[in-house]
T-cell receptor
Framework: TQLLEQSPQFLSIQEGENLTVYCNSSSVFSSLQWYRQEPGEGPVLLVT?????EVKKLKRLTFQFGDARKDSSLHITAAQPGDTGLYLC??????????FGTGTRLQVFP | NAGVTQTPKFRILKIGQSMTLQCAQD?????MYWYRQDPGMGLKLIYYSVGAGITDKGEVPNGYNVSRSTTEDFPLRLELAAPSQTSVYFC????????????FGSGTRLTVV
């Protein structure tokens, strides 16, 4: 069974701080996606990475796929209250379906 | 452009009752999925479909059934509701499977009492 463990589980920070969220597995994935979910809503896709070592930037968010395609990280620079939400990583293995991580709940205080 | 529409948004069921959660997408996506999300947790796959007439079990299928008679609709049936089925249910769709990401509905919050 493929598992994706995210850390930390909870993160509470002040506006302007930097943070990194990790997504780790013992399995190799063909693609890794990051989603953000706000209360009462479904997850929304932020990014997809498919190549080992790949780095993608989305404004203040930087996503990296590990060289061995078993792990990923999400770094947020100068966090803002609008970044508050549940961040989910999800791995694809050419099986028609995604395996979702355990989630990281981020709270950014003004 | 509606995307993925789920109904109802909220429902309270008594133990042993049955209900159908509706999911419809208007993006002509072949792949559709049902996930459940327990409080503060990630998503667990219940059932999925790669096209009309084709369904398959996910990680937690017990107590649920699905059908896929059209490309647009993918209803989830709960038979004999149990408290363990209290959760938020999300439907999602994708054009090419997991590679291009999912579009999610806004969820159905179900409480079984």
């Amino acid at each position: 069974t493929q598992l994706l463990e995210q850390s930390p589980q909870f993160l509470s920070i002040q506006e302007g701080e930097n943070l990194t969220v990790y997504c780790n597995s013992s399995s190799v994935f063909s693609s890794l996606q990051w989603y953000r979910q706000e209360p009462g809503e479904g997850p929304v896709l932020l990014v997809t990475v498919v190549t080992g070592g790949e780095v993608k930037k989305l404004k203040r968010l930087t996503f990296q796929f590990g060289d061995a395609r078993k792990d990923s990280s999400l770094h947020i620079t100068a966090a803002q209250p609008g970044d508050t939400g549940l961040y989910l990583c999800a791995g694809g293995g050419n099986t028609d379906k995604l395996i979702f991580g355990t989630g990281t709940r981020l709270q950014v205080f003004p | 452009n509606a995307g993925v529409t789920q109904t109802p948004k909220f429902r309270i069921l008594k133990i042993g009752q049955s209900m159908t959660l509706q999911c419809a997408q208007d993006m002509n996506h072949n792949y559709m999925y049902w996930y459940r999300q327990d409080p503060g947790m990630g998503l667990k796959l219940i059932y999925y479909s790669v096209g009309a007439g084709i369904t398959d079990k996910g990680e937690v299928p017990n107590g649920y059934n699905v059908s896929r008679s059209t490309t647009e609709d993918f209803p989830l049936r709960l038979e004999l509701a149990a408290p363990s089925q209290t959760s938020v249910y999300f439907c999602a769709s994708s054009y090419l499977g997991e590679g291009l990401g999912y579009t999610f509905g806004s969820g159905t919050r179900l409480t079984v009492v």
